[in-house]
């Protein structure tokens, strides 16, 4: 049993540069998200999608676009990566209401030039 | 700004002691859970509480909740050195919208010495 499986693990990009980190849940949940975590800031919810078919931005969406593709994946796109937006990614799932416990994936570690 | 803020932001000791975090938060909750993190990895719920519980155990664990005071103590009794991780309080607050979201704290660093 997996889990929720994030791809890929490490990234490096040049500023300007786009790429979509793909996330993916074998638990059949409804609701999932997307965060970011750095140093001193603990994690901070980007986009997250209570159910599929809808999404729902969070506290720092600027610069990011999800999509819920169907039930199990859920994937974040940068546009444009900046340098500001290095960070380690994290998609989480739950399975009904966002406040019930979460089941994390091993993170991406994204950084940008 | 964060709705969890956790107490101490590190925290060394020996292997067999008691180890105490505390959390505070801003706003009424509906729960408070708390997460493990291990270097690299991804956050491990551990164990959530209800507003209307005062104390919740599971295995080592012990939680309390003071809704009086907004806050909330994490205890694990005799550490072991695979204890050492990162260790997150989140609550559920109003943000943005209508629907709940789990706001993390900053999180308390845990260091078990054997």
């Known amino acids: 049993n997996a889990g929720v499986t994030q791809t890929p693990k490490f990234q490096v990009l040049k500023t300007g540069q786009s790429m979509t980190l793909q996330c993916a849940q074998d638990?059949?949940?409804?609701?999932m998200y997307w965060y970011r975590q750095d140093p001193g800031m603990g994690l901070r919810l980007i986009y997250y999608s209570a159910s599929e078919g809808t999404t729902d931005k969070g506290e720092v969406p600027n610069g990011y676009n999800v999509s819920r593709l169907n039930k199990r994946e859920f994937s974040l796109r940068l546009e444009s990566a900046a340098p500001s937006q290095t960070s380690v990614y994290f998609c989480a799932s739950s399975e009904f209401r966002v406040n019930q416990p979460q089941h994390f994936g091993d993170g991406t570690r994204l950084s940008i030039l | 700004s964060q709705q969890g803020e956790e107490d101490p932001q590190a925290l060394s000791i020996q292997e067999g002691e008691n180890a105490t975090m505390n959390c505070s938060y801003k706003?009424?909750?509906?729960?408070l859970q708390w997460y493990r993190q291990n270097s690299g990895r991804g956050l491990v719920h551990l164990i959530l509480?209800?507003?209307?519980?005062r104390e919740k155990h599971s295995g080592r664990l012990r939680v309390t909740l003071d809704t009086s005071k907004k806050s909330s103590s994490l205890l694990i009794t005799a550490s072991r050195a695979a204890d050492t991780a990162s260790y997150f309080c989140a609550t559920d607050a109003r943000y943005g919208g209508a629907t709940n979201k789990l706001i993390f704290g900053t999180g308390t660093l845990l260091a078990v010495q054997p």
């Open positions: 638990m059949n949940h409804n609701s």
């Open positions: 706003t009424s909750i509906n729960n």
């Open positions: 509480i209800r507003s209307n519980e």
